[in-house]
């Protein structure tokens, strides 16, 4: 028995976790990659003439790497060994250079060598592979989540071909949880229990591209429905599996929060007398200072912002002073700053901006950096055409007229809107004249 037959054995048996028993059989069922595996793509028709080179293949997690190298093995004539760069030296490696070579010799037949997570080996044992790769003695199939620009050695990454694989869609991984719902024998079908549609994007999402995670939630959410006596799984019931954690601010009351309340409140408002009279309710009740003191800095970004960018330094300063003086002379920078704030001009242009960003990136997940902004520090990233098509502002008058920097998929979308008051005001001509340009 080999080792497919060994996993496939495993897989039917249900020993193995959903992501592994899932792991397609068959090109034809991979989700994704359609810039490698399309009909017309080089890697397709090299597998497919079993005529595979040696390559890297590099991707974030649980974006089929590992499901490629095993069905380019699967496909091929040659023989297959997977080495773990994590645990394997270079004893590990003349061992499986001595069986190939042996393959060889004996029965003519080459040895496609996979060295999953390769960016863990360290220079000496790349340098132990490197003549055999050059040698052809294995065919070297190297996958990697790191840039391999960095991590693999120039001389080996140039016997071999790089092939990027890009983290999965959401459609993507919505198609392949689906198929892992429904799948009886390898899949959760036998269970009974169903996911709506707005649950399955949920969990797409939250798996940010990796097909690993995303079927590893599945799994742990479809048990625990079993044990509940649930045949459906709503938004809500992933709730504790897929939330992320938040930041807590300034954690310290109870009904004082009212308090607080009333304090940013008449601050927003413009009202200093009421903005001081607030904050000496709660340093009187007790109060930290520097409780305040981080609500005056928070207040400066949130509420202010390029209105007058001046309180955010002055907010800054008050802390410092406050650090440096102590109680009570402390107070009186305290209350500089709450009277400045309270009376600069407002505006939450940058906070609704950094928030709708925010809710861009949770909703897409890790779009691509468009090629032309990436960063090329090496000839192999030049030649792939990283940072090419970038226009410098300097030589434009100081804004390339009509170039875009967001993901494609966001070009025309708009976060920072300045509002008419204070700073802002020119803020939002300068920008208004740059996109007439």
């Not at 590992?66 to 003349?94: C, N």
């Not at 190939?100 to 060598?113: D, N, V, W, Y």
């Not at 107070?331 to 009277?339: D, R």
Request: proline residues 5%.
């Amino acid at each position: 028995m080999d080792l497919f037959d060994r996993i496939n054995q495993e897989e039917l048996e249900g020993s193995a976790p959903l992501a592994e028993r899932m792991r397609p059989t068959r090109l034809e069922d991979v989700v994704g990659q359609s810039q490698l595996l399309g009909e017309q793509q080089l890697l397709r028709r090299a597998i497919a003439s079993d005529r595979v080179p040696s390559l890297i293949l590099w991707g974030p997690p649980g974006s089929g790497k590992t499901t490629l190298a095993k069905l380019i093995a699967k496909g091929s004539k040659a023989r297959f060994q997977q080495l773990s760069a994590v645990l394997s030296g270079v004893p590990d490696l003349r061992k499986a250079v001595d069986e190939a070579k042996e393959q060889r010799r004996l029965h003519g037949r080459r040895t496609i060598l996979f060295v999953d997570e390769i960016h863990r080996f360290n220079k000496a044992q790349q340098d132990a592979l490197l003549p055999h790769v050059e040698a052809g003695t294995v065919t070297l199939i190297g996958a990697t989540t790191e840039n391999p620009s960095f991590a693999v050695n120039a001389a080996l990454l140039s016997r071999a071909r790089t092939f990027r694989l890009e983290a999965l869609s959401e459609d993507a991984l919505v198609s392949l949880l689906a198929r892992a719902l429904t799948d009886q024998e390898r899949g959760l079908g036998a269970l009974g229990v169903q996911l709506e549609e707005a649950a399955l994007r949920a969990l797409a999402q939250a798996a940010d591209g990796d097909a690993r995670r995303a079927l590893d939630t599945l799994d742990t959410a479809v048990q625990h429905a079993k044990q509940r006596g649930l045949t459906q799984i709503g938004v809500a019931d992933l709730e504790g599996l897929i939330s992320r954690r938040e930041l807590q601010h300034d954690k310290s009351g109870e009904a004082h929060y009212n308090v607080v309340s009333a304090f940013i409140k008449s601050m927003r408002g413009s009202d200093p007398d009421a903005a001081l009279y607030w904050m000496m309710r709660m340093l009187e009740a007790g109060e930290d200072p520097r409780f305040v003191l981080r609500r005056l800095i928070i207040f400066a970004s949130e509420d202010i912002g390029n209105a007058d960018p001046r309180a955010l330094s002055v907010a800054v300063a008050a802390d410092q002073a406050f650090a440096r003086l102590g109680m009570p002379e402390g107070l009186h920078p305290l209350g500089q700053a709450c009277t400045f704030l309270a009376c600069a001009p407002k505006s939450n242009a940058s906070y609704v901006a950094w928030k709708e960003a925010q809710s861009d990136v949770k909703a897409h997940g890790s779009l691509p950096v468009p090629m032309k902004l990436r960063n090329a520090p090496t000839r192999a990233m030049k030649e792939w055409g990283y940072g090419e098509g970038y226009r410098y502002p300097h030589d434009e008058g100081g804004a390339a007229k009509g170039e875009t920097y967001l993901p494609e998929k966001l070009v025309n979308q708009r976060y920072y809107r300045p509002t008419p008051n204070g700073e802002e005001a020119r803020i939002g001509e300068r920008l208004r004249k740059l996109r007439e340009r």
